[in-house]
């Protein structure tokens, strides 16, 4: 497969309109098939670059192009909470997207059906959130993102506030789900061992004003499993990641 | 390789409550209604009981028992005027639902409309209806329809203002989602901002229906001292101006009541429109 640029940020800056600098002359330039992790403290304005990459906010300057971004359904995103409709079940919130692209409730009821059958959610279509674990909301919510078969996946640090356990199956999961739909990844994170676990690039950002500071590629093969998690392998790219991570928040 | 729900993550689910249940109620439920009756039979009982040791005239202060029997031979006259103040007040419910939640959707779609218009919204609010009640009952010639209106101007506030919130509540990432999907403004409002609102509107309609009531008898009474008038209000009038203390209690008593059943019944929507999702009709569960 030839590379091709899936979305490129050129010279992107951020100034929100209190007058915080939120991300500077940001370059970055994912490729098709990827799973690019964004890594870095709280305020480097990874989740910023994310959005502006989604079209939710629009840069103060610099160029972003997101390929087929012109299509609904083309980018998905998963949030850092569920964002679940309180008041749907979880069918009626995958089919979301697709109703709201117009397509018809049959047609919308059977790629929703699939879509939560592939989240290993059988069976709970008719469940409404309230009733849903945080992993299982997690998981519908992922099940709405790929609903509409996007090329762009972004992911906001969506297993944040799950427990350990949980993380490790979603994160598992997430990466079966990738292999199987060839989706590009991108996934902010806090984490660097889901960062290492996940990603086959990882982009070091820094804080004050937010900027990519490393750019590291993770050349494990996958399929990762566990035996990937405990390799010695997984443990030199975490030493590494930390270190880029230290350097980035110490200068 | 297939991606499957862990034990995990099923064993956290939030169950449904399985407390055992007694002819259809948890013993929670019947505490909540048999407390309040004990309460309530223990007051009758010590009223009655004051009324005869003291042997308190009937015209001063009849006991229960004497308004409950002249709530029965009284139930011909009272009945038909029980009817009119309900017909009034539900009328004034529903007009004031409608177009509470039609302006409130024409607020929510526009910030210039809504600074315009709402503080007028607060002067029919502020205004007390004692006030302006003799005026509507001179400017308009059908006392049902002057009644209606000064209901409705009592109770339309609670649902705009609560519905207005509810519409502007839209939880944040949801509403970037809907843009990330390109939704239209109609699709917002349809599938994100009236769901969002729901509640609050429940919330403005039950706080409504004891204002509609209240609205309803306060205009009664304005019109009863002119003489025109046919609903409980103005049985409690002529009641008072005969002397006839123990109807003037069985008005009381329908009134009271009508303002449980409305409460309840607005309860019982709000439970029904929310039971699956919304936090206020999940009690019983963990």
């Known amino acids: ?251 | 390789m297939t991606v499957t729900l862990s034990a995990n993550e099923a064993a956290d689910a939030p169950e449904e409550n399985r407390a055992a249940r007694y002819a259809g109620l948890t013993a929670e439920g019947w505490f909540r209604i048999l407390a309040p009756t004990l309460i309530g039979v223990l007051a009758l009982v010590g009223w009655e009981a004051v009324v005869r040791i003291n042997e308190i005239p009937p015209y001063l202060l009849p006991g229960p028992l004497e308004v409950w029997r002249a709530l029965i031979r009284e139930w011909p006259s009272l009945s038909v005027s029980l009817l009119v103040t309900l017909q009034i007040t539900f009328a004034a419910l529903f007009v004031a639902a409608t177009l509470g939640l039609l302006l409130s959707v024409l607020f929510a779609q526009s910030r210039i409309i809504e600074m315009s218009l709402f503080p007028y919204a607060v002067i029919l609010q502020v205004t007390p209806v004692v006030a302006i009640a003799p005026l509507i009952i001179i400017w308009v010639d059908d006392i049902r329809l002057a009644l209606l209106i000064c209901a409705w101007i009592v109770a339309f506030f609670p649902i705009l203002s609560n519905t207005t919130l509810g519409l502007n509540s839209a939880d944040q990432n949801l509403t970037d989602l809907f843009r990330l999907y390109r939704a239209s403004r109609w699709q917002v409002l349809r599938r994100l901002r009236l769901p969002t609102a729901m509640p609050y509107f429940l919330a403005g309609l039950r706080i409504s229906g004891g204002l509609a009531l209240i609205g309803a008898i306060v205009a009664e009474f304005v019109a009863g001292t002119g003489g025109r008038a046919s609903g409980l209000a103005y049985r409690i009038l002529e009641a008072g101006y005969q002397l006839q203390i123990p109807k003037m209690f069985a008005a009381l008593v329908l009134v009271s009541l009508t303002g449980i059943a409305i409460f309840l019944a607005m309860s019982l929507i709000s439970h029904l429109a929310l039971r699956h999702w919304h936090e206020s009709a999940l009690k019983d569960r963990r």
């Not at chain 1, 409730?105 to 059988?122: H, K, N």
């Not at chain 1, 906001?156 to 490790?168: G, K, Q, Y």
């Not at chain 1, 405990?230 to 110490?250: F, K, V, W």
């Open chain 1, 1 to 251: 497969m030839v590379p091709a640029t899936v979305a490129s940020l050129e010279g992107v800056t951020k100034r929100y309109a209190n007058g915080t600098l939120a991300v500077r002359g940001v370059d970055l330039a994912v490729q098709r098939g990827d799973f690019v992790s964004l890594l870095g403290p709280s305020g480097c304005g990874k989740s910023t670059v994310l959005r502006m990459m989604a079209g939710l906010i629009a840069p103060s300057s610099g160029r972003i192009e997101v390929a087929g971004g012109g299509e609904t359904g083309d980018i998905g995103f998963v949030f850092q909470e569920p964002t679940l409709m309180p008041w749907s079940s979880a069918l009626k919130n995958v089919m979301l997207p697709l109703r709201l692209a117009g397509m018809a409730r049959a047609e919308a009821e059977r790629r929703a059906r699939a879509a939560l059958d592939s989240v290993g959610l059988a069976g709970f279509e008719g469940s409404y959130p309230r009733a849903l674990s945080g992993g299982m909301k997690m998981r519908v919510s992922i099940a709405r993102a790929l609903v509409t078969k996007p090329r762009l996946l972004l992911m906001d640090e969506p297993f944040a506030a799950l427990d350990e356990i949980t993380r490790h199956k979603l994160n598992n999961d997430l990466l079966k789900l990738w292999e199987a739909e060839r989706f590009t990844a991108v996934f902010v994170t806090h984490s660097v061992f889901e960062s290492v676990y996940l990603s086959r690039r990882i982009v070091v950002m820094a804080a004050r004003p937010g900027r990519v500071v490393e750019d590291l590629a993770v050349d494990a093969p996958y399929p990762r499993g566990e035996s990937f998690r405990t390799s010695a392998e997984y443990a030199a790219h975490c030493r590494d990641i930390s270190q880029a991570l230290d350097r980035a928040m110490g200068t």
